[in-house]
């Protein structure tokens, strides 16, 4: 495979499109609505209806918008694209029909709706465009480009030098330089190093590394080899949950096909580059996700985090020098390649470059995946592309960061989300999960549902989370069935920091943050709960 | 071997490049509290009680896993560390059955001791009382449930120094359990050997050898009865 070949695949694929493009999302979200069968009666009404030479049905990935799924869209016979929203596999006929000047009474949505119009897309940029499960269609936009111009024209710490000069930082959550990581790996000593992509995405109410998975599965197969070049490794690993079987399905063709064109394998456009990954499937823990018990498990061993330093880029899987990213930040490496670092580096702001994708849930009008551009102010993710709470209730908190994170009050909508600004707020940038809460929501409620959370996802190991959770939860069932006082609240406050200050890996240390979030701004409610303090120390004397 | 020179708690100390925090305060006669840590396993950093504050470092490290480095400044003692660790005893307290007056640990139970030594005298949280079983089908050992503390260092002595792998850990939070084999019964396990060294780390009353239980310890009253009517009324039957 030498780059005249893969223009030729690119060009003999777009000769090969027809004049009308019928766009069909296939992701979880739609295909839970039957999306398969939608897609098989929009193919069987185009041939009935004899359109079959200037209209192809297409299976795409997610289109963002999920709220209005299944979604339709159709190219080519406007300027801009036509929408059509909650379809039913019945309604396949009337679509196509439309394609002929027909009326129908489908919901038919706007692609200038804010939902859309403020989006700016780079990791996303072909989800719902190109069919997941063909490299010919990734190929025609532009994919395995950037592989070939890091691996012809740059050096590996050429490539390190530019996802430094990009800003980009760690998407799973933490926000780490992801440059700073990529070079430390790199001058790590060590014959062998490994890759590791990490979508174990877990967060309650988060969906964004599934749908990257799902829609554009090549897209982080390529970060991951870009990668691989500027560290020195031959051997990257994808550990995926066990619950996206879809995304895994997806990962397994792209990874057969790259492997048939000769750009995953020995050798790779004729240079002496060797890339391998293979899928590692995960069993079900939440813990996996953290780097440390997701190497363990990877490894075939239970899935528990150990302390660090080490870090894994010095001594991670195998005890070999191992670079862990996570899926969203190996989507914008080739974007990042193929554009340039200062270009990457003019979105978003002083200290949070690019965009970040968020999955928007909760009492929302417009639920789905959105990405925007760092910095944008909460007040128009919510507001303006959510659209608010539905049913005109008031929005009363936004809860970023799943399990780790925290619940930012409706005053401080007009912050800028950014890895900084969240965290001055008592709450963190994540994975990318936003549950939106309405004014009929009851905080105490939230911060056990979180408690309750991290309890079951404890992986046991270290006492402060294991059993600090466990009491935690006790004493948040307590408040919320009015059986507590006010030194029980004083409690939980003190378990709060030691959990925070004691416990082994992220998990633990971060089990507090909804707790302690709601308390910072929602105190009231917790007080009012409590039951005046009974006479006596309420203590339980020791054996 | 080259050594690396630290403070810990004020005093100048030296230890060995690559020793750890505990090694070097250990050596140099300042305790730190431990439970997880066994001489002769490989450490897990898991129980937190041998956390130490490092000056730079604005997170709380395991004494156990951290390795010592030139310059460090470590304290071990602070009155906020042995908060934690009077909490972290409290919450190990409340999470099982640790009943010591009747328990075969008694006296010389190191969860005991360090409640002593660390003034933890009373438990605020309230007890979880869950119900485990026993497992005493093995023909020498037995194991309480009730009294493990997921330490892991039977486990490590298993793999590690004896080499059968017999003990693991299943489940997850707090209904992880070590487990024989595929979570058998003890008495079927078929890689144990038998060789006692579970036994010999358990730092509670989890792990013990058959016949040093409280219940165990029955009178044989009927032996008296039997000597008195052998003697007196030569009667021999029991």
């Known amino acids: 495979m030498q780059i005249e070949d893969l223009n030729a695949i690119a060009e003999k694929h777009i000769a090969s499109r027809k004049k009308i493009i019928v766009r069909t999302c296939m992701s979880a979200g739609c295909m839970s609505s039957r999306a398969d069968a939608i897609k098989a009666n929009l193919e069987k009404a185009v041939i009935e209806q004899q359109l079959d030479a200037d209209v192809e049905v297409r299976r795409v990935g997610c289109m963002g918008f999920c709220g209005q799924g299944p979604l339709v869209g159709i190219d080519g016979v406007k300027e801009k694209e036509i929408l059509f929203e909650h379809i039913k596999p019945e309604d396949a006929e009337a679509i196509i029909a439309s394609l002929k000047g027909m009326q129908t009474n489908l919901e038919i949505g706007d692609p200038d709706h804010p939902f859309f119009a403020k989006q700016t897309k780079i990791v996303r940029a072909n989800g719902g465009i190109i069919d997941p499960e063909k490299i010919e269609d990734y190929i025609a936009v532009g994919g395995y480009e950037a592989l070939h111009n890091a691996l012809t024209e740059m050096q590996p710490a050429q490539v390190v030098d530019e996802v430094t000069k990009s800003g980009l930082r760690g998407r799973g959550g933490a926000g780490f330089p992801t440059g700073l990581k990529w070079g430390t790996v790199a001058k790590s000593p060590g014959a062998k190093k490994y890759i590791i992509c990490n979508g174990d995405e877990g967060d309650p109410g988060a969906f964004m590394d599934r749908s990257v998975l799902e829609s554009d599965p090549h897209l982080v197969l390529e970060g991951m080899a870009i990668a691989a070049y500027a560290v020195g490794s031959d051997q990257g690993f994808l550990y995926v949950r066990a619950e996206y079987p879809l995304a895994i399905s997806r990962l397994q063709i792209a990874i057969k096909q790259a492997k048939a064109l000769g750009l995953l394998g020995s050798g790779i456009f004729e240079t002496p580059f060797n890339f391998n990954v293979d899928i590692r499937i995960g069993a079900g823990a939440f813990v996996c996700g953290e780097e440390t018990a997701l190497m363990m498990s990877v490894e075939g061993k239970r899935g528990t985090p150990r302390p660090r330093p080490p870090f894994p880029a010095e001594s991670g899987l195998f005890g070999c020098p191992t670079l862990i990213n996570n899926v969203e930040s190996f989507a914008n490496i080739t974007a990042i390649i193929k554009k340039g670092g200062d270009w990457y580096a003019g979105i978003g702001t002083e200290k949070s470059k690019g965009t970040k994708v968020f999955a928007l849930t909760g009492k929302i009008k417009n639920t789905g995946l959105i990405e925007v551009p760092m910095g944008i102010p909460l007040r128009q993710i919510v507001m303006e592309m959510g659209g608010g709470a539905p049913d005109g209730r008031q929005v009363k908190s936004v809860q970023t960061g799943g399990p780790s994170g925290g619940c930012i009050p409706a005053e401080f909508l007009d912050t800028p989300v950014d890895y900084e600004s969240l965290m001055k707020l008592g709450s963190i940038m994540g994975s990318g999960g936003m549950v939106v809460m309405d004014d009929t929501t009851n905080m105490v409620e939230i911060a056990k549902f979180y408690m309750e959370f991290c309890k079951d996802e404890s992986c046991g190991k270290c006492i402060p989370c294991r059993a600090g959770t466990t009491q935690m939860e006790n004493l948040l069932n307590k408040i919320i069935a009015r059986q507590a006082t006010r030194r029980d609240l004083a409690k939980l406050e003190e378990l709060c920091d030691m959990v925070k200050n004691t416990s082994l890996c992220g998990l633990g240390q971060t089990a507090p943050n909804p707790v302690l979030s709601t308390l910072k701004y929602f105190r009231n409610e917790y007080e009012e709960l409590l039951q005046p303090d009974t006479f006596g120390p309420g203590v339980t004397a020791m054996k | ?238």
């Open chain 2, 1 to 238: 071997m080259s050594a690396r020179t630290l403070t810990v708690d004020g005093k100048q100390i030296s230890a060995e490049k690559g020793a750890s925090v505990l090694q070097a305060a250990t050596e140099a006669g300042i305790k730190i509290p431990t439970l997880c840590h066994l001489e002769g396993v490989y450490d897990v950093g898991a129980c937190r009680l041998c956390l130490v504050e490092v000056k730079g470092v604005n997170k709380l490290l395991p004494a156990c896993t951290t390795r010592v480095a030139e310059g460090m400044e470590v304290s071990t003692n602070s009155e906020r560390l042995n908060k934690y660790r009077r909490m972290t005893l409290e919450l190990l307290f409340a999470e099982r059955n640790h009943v010591c007056a009747v328990c075969v640990a008694n006296g010389h139970c190191e969860l005991q001791t360090l409640a002593y030594s660390l003034g933890m005298d009373h438990v605020r949280y309230d007890y979880i009382f869950p119900k485990w079983d026993v497992d005493n089908t093995h023909r020498l050992f037995g194991m309480d449930h009730n009294r493990c503390i997921l330490c892991t260092r039977c486990v490590r002595s298993c793999w590690h120094i004896e080499g059968a792998g017999t003990k693991n850990v299943a489940g997850r939070g707090t209904k992880s359990k070590i487990i024989t084999d595929l979570n058998q019964p003890w008495g079927d396990s078929e890689s144990c050997t038998e060789c006692g060294k579970c036994v010999m780390s358990c730092p509670t009353g989890a792990l013990f050898k058959k016949g040093s239980a409280v219940g165990e310890s029955v009178r044989d009253r009927d032996k008296l009865e039997f000597i008195v009517n052998a003697r007196e009324k030569k009667q021999w039957n029991a």
